[in-house]
């Protein structure tokens, strides 16, 4: 199977009156993520299934990527990609759907910094995860303890340099 991570773009700021849940992509974040997934979707990725955190630009992320990577299936939410979720209960979600050729996730730091090399079965190893950049892991075995291949990791800086 191959897993994407997406995080989700540059998000509002904290305010007075704005649950953390409630924060929403700026105009750059989302100007950002379309060249991420524009790039991504040149190479061909085109996922059956898309999770994401119910956070909102979680959602607004993973509605970009339905629509720029013409996936057909609606978005599942699911709380195992929250921030505080941990890399166990994001394996178990993905275990769950492990009929799938692949699978994107769209969700947040802590758990993607976390997550990353949790997949790779290499704790140890440390990943700063952008927001907007996309990672893709390939997982052939699905025991209780990951062990995937780190294919590819592209961040936002990185797409906008395409133009």
């Known amino acids: 199977m191959h897993v994407y991570l997406l995080r989700h773009g540059i998000a509002e700021d904290d305010r007075p009156g704005l649950t953390d849940a409630e924060r929403a992509l700026t ?14 979707a040149e190479s061909g990725l085109k996922p059956p299934l898309i999770l994401s955190s119910p956070l909102k630009r979680a959602l607004q992320t993973a509605d ?7 996936c057909e299936e609606e978005v599942l939410r699911t709380r195992a990609l929250t921030p505080g979720s ?19 996730l769209v969700g947040h730091n802590p758990l993607f910094d976390s997550l990353a090399p949790y997949l790779l079965g290499a704790m140890s190893l440390q990943v700063d995860f952008k927001k907007g950049a996309i990672l893709r892991v390939d997982i052939d075995s699905f025991t209780s303890q990951p062990r995937g291949v780190l294919r590819w990791y592209l961040t936002a800086k990185l797409s906008a340099t395409r133009d």
């Open 64 to 70: 970009l990527a339905k629509e720029i990577l013409k």
């Open 27 to 40: 105009p750059e974040g989302r100007r950002r993520l379309r060249h991420v997934l524009k790039a991504v």
């Open 86 to 104: 941990s890399p166990e209960q994001a394996w178990e979600e993905i275990r769950a759907h492990r009929d799938q050729e692949a699978l994107l």
